[in-house]
């Protein structure tokens, strides 16, 4: 029964799940199986919201809100197995401007061309100016990307996370 309903799908259009692995490298679908099976506590092949709870609770965060999980469930249109796990992190990706774009809009507050910027500078643009950053999302970003011992963040480093979705190997 399950692949007359996955034919349906696809003829429907449901998901736009029938070209979802060709939008990534065998290596990047692997790195996502794994998020995948991290999550999916239970292992039954579908993240729920208890899936989440517990996942989230393991990293330290153990009073999510109940409406929190479920907006996050929501964001699919379904329940979220791999494939839909993927097509989510495909559409998520695939609005992100090509990675040239982002790096040539850093290098602008870079005339010297070293490949960072200052975390002071980046900190008050971004909690200055247009769609401004929280208090906690500056944390996350130093979280993810920790500058170095000067005070520099390596922007080329968040240009290739944005686009790729996972660091860059040196």
Same mark, same amino acid.
């Given at each position: 029964m399950a692949p007359k309903k996955a034919k349906r799908r696809? &003829? &429907?259009? =449901?998901?736009g799940s029938s070209n979802v692995f060709s939008m990534f490298e065998q290596s990047q679908i692997q790195e996502y199986k794994e998020a995948f099976t991290i999550i999916d506590q239970n292992r039954d092949g579908i993240i729920?919201?208890?899936?989440?709870?517990?996942?989230? /609770?393991?990293m330290g965060q153990l009073?999510?809100?109940?409406?929190e999980?479920? /907006? @996050?469930?929501? =964001? /699919?249109?379904?329940?979220?197995?791999?494939?839909v796990f993927l097509t989510m992190f495909g559409e998520k990706l695939k609005g992100a401007d090509p990675e040239d774009v982002i790096l040539s809009s850093f290098k602008v507050l870079?005339?010297?061309g070293t490949g960072t910027i200052k975390k002071e500078f980046l900190q =008050?643009?971004?909690?200055? &100016?247009?769609?401004?950053?929280? /208090? =906690?999302? @500056?944390?996350?970003?130093?979280?993810a990307f920790p500058p170095d011992v000067a005070g520099n963040v390596d922007y080329k480093n968040i240009c290739y996370v944005i686009t790729h979705g996972e660091d860059k190997e040196e």
């Amino acid at each position: 029964m399950a692949p007359k309903k996955a034919k349906r799908r696809q &003829q &429907q259009g =449901e998901g736009g799940s029938s070209n979802v692995f060709s939008m990534f490298e065998q290596s990047q679908i692997q790195e996502y199986k794994e998020a995948f099976t991290i999550i999916d506590q239970n292992r039954d092949g579908i993240i729920s919201k208890d899936d989440l709870r517990d996942v989230l /609770a393991t990293m330290g965060q153990l009073n999510v809100k109940s409406d929190e999980l479920d /907006a @996050m469930v929501k =964001e /699919a249109s379904g329940p979220i197995n791999f494939t839909v796990f993927l097509t989510m992190f495909g559409e998520k990706l695939k609005g992100a401007d090509p990675e040239d774009v982002i790096l040539s809009s850093f290098k602008v507050l870079d005339p010297e061309g070293t490949g960072t910027i200052k975390k002071e500078f980046l900190q =008050e643009l971004l909690t200055t &100016q247009c769609d401004r950053f929280s /208090a =906690e999302e @500056m944390t996350n970003l130093w979280a993810a990307f920790p500058p170095d011992v000067a005070g520099n963040v390596d922007y080329k480093n968040i240009c290739y996370v944005i686009t790729h979705g996972e660091d860059k190997e040196e």
